[in-house]
């Protein structure tokens, strides 16, 4: 099943502006031995879509191009090891970790193996704030199902809805509030320092 999540991934990038880079590079990787985690964000995304969106069709949450992946995505779920990584102790409530996981599809040491990209799939909350970050790798949201607000440094606030992009530099300042959320989205990095943690700046 994570292989189909992949092969809809690769497809979904290869037609989509900005991610041509990737596509490619998303082909023949090897496969890694990662134990399955479940986070309680698994269950919210298993019903991120209608008994109508699983079946066929896109509804108000996803679009027709993102739906295959999601439907590839729900499938996979229990093979797939969800992390987290923030805490606690990072400034984040109980409840604002509790709706908030990814899981690294690819990378250093992701499901599949890649020294040159990390793709990640993320989801927050109806309602949450990813407080404004930073990274060393530059990245490029693919919104996969739902809403949010992204507040890039020196850009103004833009709504993004499935199958828009957002592009950050490295080291670009960015934000994100959920609303009306939640997001799904993935996120394709290049560039050093693939897995280190982001630089967090002030929190809401």
């Known amino acids: 099943m994570p292989a189909r ?26 496969l890694l031995d990662a134990e399955p985690r479940q986070l309680p964000v698994c269950t919210r995304i298993s019903k991120l879509l209608p008994a109508a969106a699983l079946a066929s069709r896109p509804g108000p949450s996803v679009s027709a191009g993102t739906l295959p992946v999601v ?6 779920l229990p093979r797939l090891k ?14 604002w970790l509790d709706n908030y996981g990814w899981v690294n599809l690819i990378s250093p040491e992701g499901l599949y193996h890649s020294n040159e990209m990390r793709l990640s799939i993320g989801y927050w909350g109806a309602g ?20 949010a607000r992204f507040h890039s440094q020196g850009r103004p606030p833009r ?34 320092d693939l897995l280190r943690k982001s630089d967090l700046g002030a929190r809401k």
């Open 5 to 30: 999540l992949l092969q809809e991934l690769t497809q979904l990038a290869a037609r989509t502006e900005g991610l041509e880079w990737f596509a490619p590079r998303m082909q023949d990787l090897p």
């Open 159 to 192: 709504d993004a809805i499935p199958g828009d992009t957002i592009h950050h530099a490295l080291h670009q300042k960015h934000a994100i509030d959920m609303v009306p959320g939640p997001l799904l989205a993935a996120a394709f990095w290049r560039g050093e």
């Open 128 to 147: 949450q704030h990813y407080t404004e970050h930073s990274h060393a790798p530059e990245e490029t949201y693919l919104i996969l199902a739902g809403q």
């Open 82 to 95: 969800w992390q987290q990584t923030y805490t606690k102790a990072d400034g984040f409530s109980r409840n």
């Open 71 to 76: 439907k590839a995505l729900i499938a996979a």
